[in-house]
Structures are given as C-alpha cells and as structure tokens.
C-alpha cells in the first residue's frame, strides 16, 4: 500500500521560504509521476507543481512559477517543494499525489494516492 507523508509546513512570514518533504513508501514505482496540490480555506484544491518519473520535466501553475521548485531524491524516496518568495496567498494544505504513470500532469484525476496535507500559513 502506498504511504505518503508530508512534513515541513509552518507560518512564516511574506518573503520567507519553506520547503516542504513528502516521504514515499508502499507499492510504488520510483517512476511514477508525481505533483503538489493545493487547497486554501473556502477554495477548490488546486494544482501546484508536477514533476515526471524520470524527474526531467516539470510544470508548474503560473502563480508560482519562478518561485517554486519540485524535486525528487530517488534515494530518499522523497518528494520536495521548494517554495521562495511566499506570499499571503500560498497559504493552504498543501498535498503531494502519486499517479501510475510517469508523466508530468497537472489534473488531479489522474493522481491515486495522496498524502494526509501539511499546512503553511503566510502572513503579510
């Protein structure tokens, strides 16, 4: 069974940075796509960032573009967002998502394990 487990999450400040951790473990292919959601009080969970199996493509939403980095240790078997910049609106769970296939895509649909959420609150 795939586990997956964010970490990383606090308040911080407007400008600060935080990188968020999601650590993979169960019944996964290192292969398979992954991404970070998204979901700020009284919103629909939105796509953030995504990254492909073999970590060369990447795609990210377009408020966070320049400001966000998603990585991927193969080692660890551990996702990351690096989050620089923050600002009052980043504030949410955000959630990282495992798919079966090993492409980088931005509907949550496709995603079919998820992680429980880490909140990050920025203040202005």
């Known amino acids: 069974q795939v586990r997956l487990v964010e970490s990383g999450g606090g308040l911080v400040q407007a400008g600060d940075s935080l990188r968020l951790s999601c650590a993979v473990s169960?019944?996964?292919?290192?292969?398979?796509?992954m991404a970070w959601f998204r979901q700020a009080p009284g919103k629909e969970r939105e796509f953030v960032a995504c990254?492909?199996?073999?970590?060369?493509?990447?795609g990210y939403t377009d408020s966070v573009k320049g400001r966000f980095t998603i990585s991927r240790d193969y080692t660890r078997s551990t996702l990351y967002l690096q989050m620089n910049s923050l600002k009052p609106d980043d504030t949410a769970i955000y959630y990282c998502?495992?798919?079966?296939?090993?492409?980088?895509?931005?509907?949550?649909?496709?995603?079919?394990?998820w992680g429980q959420g880490t909140q990050v609150t920025v203040s202005s």
């Open positions: 990254i492909s199996g073999t970590g060369r493509n990447t």
């Open positions: 998502a495992a798919q079966r296939a090993s492409a980088c895509l931005a509907s949550e649909w496709v995603y079919n394990s």
């Open positions: 169960g019944l996964i292919n290192s292969g398979d796509g």
